[in-house]
């Protein structure tokens, strides 16, 4: 069962993680690499704000082992979030005769040409047998009371080739009647619902914790928040939101999450994005001894000299 668990973490190059986790003086060319000597999977999160060279990607490639598994987060343009025309690729700004402080409007047009700047370094992945699950992670202002869960069919549709994940922050999609309306759109789009572990609190941009939806059986997708309602709420920045350290029994009980929904998808993706210092490697480290994944925990501090 442990072998269907892919366990990792939001990006493998946060500051925190620089300045904690990875030995001190190592090249930043060599830290994937070395990332993926602990890890068999992790979540690209710099695609949120922008579109990665095919060449960059390619490099990925090379610095990890074959069996190793990129998740992408699609660009935020694509997910309802505010967006200046600066977070394009130059080119993409130039043919739609976009000034650089300009907000871009989510259209038709501007969805599928975001899209299209992104195939290849995507192209590069799934050659590579490396692709793992897109993520559509949307803005808490996409709410049922502004949108439709068919507003999203566009961009699903130009989507419809690649395993797709889409993580809803706006909990008012998962209260009462809305719930199975969620999850009935999921399933008939094919999509996999994004479960988190996040605080227990009932604030409109956290979604509830003790939901474990499967609408996709060829995978499950689990990202971890984690659990202070004050830096969720108020946080400032990223680390400052989710700047949580799980603690082994919390840990123990993720595990077993993972484990039950494992039951029932082929593939179960777990990311940590408690990305305050080096929480979240560490975490997902004891999370893989937890499931049998690693037979020690590697050290937690290392030097190259």
């Not at 949307?138 to 080739?161: C, N, Q, T, W, Y």
């Not at 604030?203 to 474990?212: A, G, K, R, V």
């Not at 059986?217 to 108020?234: C, F, M, N, S, V």
């Amino acid at each position: 069962m442990a072998a269907k668990i892919l366990v990792g973490t939001a990006s493998w190059s946060d500051p925190g993680f620089v300045e904690f986790w990875y030995p001190k003086k190592m090249r930043p060319t060599d830290r994937l690499g070395w990332y993926a000597q602990h890890f068999n999977m992790v979540e690209v999160n710099s695609t949120f704000y922008s579109v990665p060279d095919p060449m960059l990607v390619r490099r990925w490639c090379d610095a990890t082992p074959p069996t190793f598994v990129f998740n992408v987060k699609l660009h935020q343009l694509l997910s309802y979030h505010s967006t200046s025309a600066k977070l394009l690729p130059p080119a993409l700004q130039k043919k739609l005769r976009l000034e650089k402080n300009a907000k871009v409007a989510l259209t038709k047009e501007t969805s599928a040409e975001m899209l299209n700047a992104f195939t290849p370094s995507l192209e590069v992945l799934r050659r590579a047998e490396k692709l793992g699950i897109l993520l559509l992670q949307l803005s808490p202002a996409f709410s049922p009371r502004k949108h439709d869960l068919a507003d999203l069919k566009g961009i699903l549709e130009l989507v419809r080739d690649y395993r797709i994940a889409i993580e809803l922050r706006n909990r008012n999609w998962a209260e009462g009647d809305q719930l199975q309306k969620t999850l009935d759109f999921m399933r008939k789009q094919n999509t996999i619902f994004v479960n988190v572990d996040a605080p227990a609190e009932k604030h409109f941009t956290i979604m509830p914790s003790d939901l474990d939806a499967i609408t996709n059986k060829e995978g499950a997708y689990l990202r971890l928040h984690g659990r202070d309602p004050r830096a969720y709420i108020t946080g400032k920045t990223v680390a400052a939101r989710f700047n949580y350290n799980y603690s082994d029994a919390e840990i123990e009980e993720i595990a077993a999450r993972s484990e039950r929904l494992a039951a029932k998808a082929k593939e179960v993706h777990v990311i940590f994005n408690n990305n305050a210092r080096d929480y979240a490697p560490h975490a997902a480290l004891r999370m893989r001894k937890v499931l049998g994944q690693l037979v020690s925990l590697p050290p937690q501090t290392a030097e190259l000299f």
